[in-house]
């Protein structure tokens, strides 16, 4: 880690070897990881985190990252680490009116905690996208389903239009098509604002929710909006470590080897609903 809070240093060793400024080491049960990973994100406001932990996959590790624009990704089972082009990031060094970025991050936390009534609600989220390449490719529909206490409570589902050729991969896998999106379809900054507003400062969950945030992040970025900082929980990493012997862990093969309703075409709300049973039966007492 670089730039700790003292507190959240003195926190941590409770449970970590410091070995040296910012690497903390020990042998930890999920439970605990995860949750010094929730203080280490809500406590470090303008630092940067990376977490490297063993998992039951082909490499026998995992890690998650902090305010880094290195990012992790699934590649067929295996994880990498996205980095970003060289250029791709420009640093702006003109002093601007207003709080810090840290400021800001800091008056989030405050207001999560000050606010939020519920601490077991989350928003489950999903994107369909004409690729898998968040630098070349664009979303093509957003959906999202709004839980409190294990209730669904609203929905989110739209379309986005675009001038972007929709492949017929994903025409012939979603049934969006360029007719689809002139007949429902909105502008991109519209459903935009509405998907950030919707979302607000819940927790989010998904399925390789890293594919997800790195298209809203181009998304953002588009559209000139600042990129929510929201705590994200991978559904994916919590199947591997309960299910075993699938031949493959996408969404609707984990969500068949349980029984599950996957005749639902695969659209963003829909493998929202999917993504909702799916952790209701991982997290079944």
Not at 12 to 23: F, P, R, S
Not at 84 to 102: E, H, I, M
Not at 231 to 237: A, E, M, R, T
Not at 259 to 272: E, F, G, I, M, Q
Request: include cysteine; aromatic fraction near 8%; glycine fraction near 6%.
């Amino acid at each position: 880690m670089t730039d700790c809070p003292a507190k959240l240093r003195g926190d941590l060793t409770k449970w970590l070897c410091e070995i040296n400024t910012g690497v903390y080491v020990g042998n930890l049960n999920s439970r605990v990881r995860d949750a010094i990973w929730g203080r280490v994100c809500q406590n470090l406001k303008s630092g940067r985190a990376t977490m490297v932990f063993s998992a039951n996959n082909e490499q026998k590790m995992d890690f998650r990252v902090h305010n880094s624009s290195w990012m992790p990704v699934d590649f067929d089972g295996i994880q990498l680490m996205r980095r970003p082009l060289p250029g791709s990031y420009k640093q702006d060094n003109t002093v601007k009116a207003g709080f810090s970025n840290a400021a800001k991050r800091q008056m989030s936390v405050k207001k999560r905690q000050t606010t939020s009534k519920n601490p077991d609600s989350y928003v489950i989220i999903d994107l369909e996208t004409t690729g898998l390449n968040e630098s070349r490719d664009v979303i093509l529909e957003f959906g999202a389903i709004r839980v409190e206490e294990g209730i669904q409570v609203e929905k989110f589902s739209r379309l986005v239009m675009t001038d972007h050729p929709i492949p017929k991969a994903i025409r012939d896998l979603t049934g969006i098509d360029e007719e689809l999106l002139k007949e429902e379809g909105e502008p991109l900054e519209k459903v935009l604002t509405d998907f950030l507003k919707f979302i607000g400062e819940e927790k989010l969950i998904g399925y390789n929710i890293t594919f997800d945030m790195l298209f809203l992040q181009e998304a953002c970025k588009a559209c000139k909006k600042a990129m929510p900082n929201n705590v994200c929980i991978d559904l994916k990493n919590q199947v591997r470590k309960k299910i075993f012997g699938l031949t493959n862990y996408n969404l609707r093969t984990v969500a068949e080897s349980l029984s599950l309703d996957v005749s639902r075409k695969h659209r963003a709300y829909k493998d929202c609903e999917i993504m909702l049973s799916l952790y209701d039966k991982l997290n079944e007492n």
